[in-house]
């Protein structure tokens, strides 16, 4: 027990989740495996990506910008409003 109990605080130390990754959906920037890489984002930035799904709700994602400069999706909102 201890040893779960520490792995996971050192992933969230790390800036990590040891147990649910935001995983992309239609419309996200790294669906369907993109490989999306920014040229002039300094890394461990963020930024937004807002797009509507299907059913009318607005999605707004925020994304990191990593050393090699490719993106990973971290938070994800979706407006309650349909």
Do not use: C, W
């Amino acid at each position: 027990m201890k040893t779960i109990i520490s792995a996971a605080l050192i992933a969230i130390a790390a800036g990590t989740s040891a147990f649910a990754a935001v995983q992309p959906i239609p419309g996200s920037i790294t669906y369907d495996n993109a490989n999306v890489q920014l040229e002039k984002a300094p890394a461990g930035s963020t930024f937004f990506h807002t797009f509507s799904n299907g059913d009318g709700r607005d999605v707004r994602e925020v994304y990191k910008v990593n050393a090699d400069k490719s993106v990973t999706l971290v938070n994800r909102q979706i407006s309650n409003a349909s």
